[in-house]
């Protein structure tokens, strides 16, 4: 640690004491994983927190990482599962949190309520669906939205990066459609 010169310390620096290869990969996946990562959590401090689970367990098992066929695959899997754990956890709010999360709600504006509840619902819902009738194209455009190129998705993901294009347009047009459709169920008052 170094200090300002007045006794004030500056924190060290986490990466500190990591393998050089690891901090060099780390930090040239890391905004992709945010962006991913913050698709499907909502919420960027969640997100970071989830990247830095996943860099934890990369880093623990770095030599058998590198060793693996398809190590960017492998990584995109390690964020995914933890990103699983981390929602699973989260669901596992007791009563008494939920109650008072709901107490503290009702002091919120009205305006604070209808943005936390309802702003990227279609989408979710919408690419949900992709994800289940399409898990590579969903995959693709995720990545695709987290600002990785198409010969990135496509080492990632085990297919050419033509195949990857073409799976980010026909994955964004459907998630448009399904996103459509939800929008104007909701309008209609329609269950969807």
């Not at 989830?50 to 066929?69: C, E, R, T, Y």
């Not at 289940?132 to 050419?160: H, N």
Request: proline letters at 3%.
């Amino acid at each position: 640690m170094s200090d300002y010169g007045d006794g004030q310390q500056l924190r060290p620096d986490p990466m500190d004491g990591l393998r050089v290869d690891f901090t060099a990969f780390f930090k040239e996946v890391q905004h992709g994983y945010l962006g991913y990562a913050m698709q499907l959590l909502r919420n960027r401090q969640d997100a970071e927190d989830v990247v830095q689970i996943a860099g934890m367990k990369i880093h623990a098992k770095w030599d058998d990482f590198l060793a693996h066929s398809n190590y960017r695959a492998l990584g995109l899997r390690i964020l995914s599962d933890a990103i699983k754990d981390y929602i699973r956890s989260r669901n596992r709010v007791t009563r008494r949190e939920r109650a008072a999360a709901a107490e503290a709600g009702r002091h919120q504006s009205c305006v604070d309520q209808i943005l936390h509840l309802g702003t990227f619902d279609a989408l979710d819902r919408a690419m949900d669906e992709l994800a289940r009738r399409e898990p590579v194209q969903a995959d693709c455009v995720r990545l695709r939205v987290a600002q990785l190129s198409y010969e990135e998705i496509a080492e990632t993901l085990g297919i050419t990066p033509g195949t990857a294009r073409t799976y980010y347009s026909r994955g964004r047009q459907l998630a448009k459609e399904l996103a459509a459709c939800y929008l104007r169920n909701e309008q209609e008052g329609e269950p969807s």
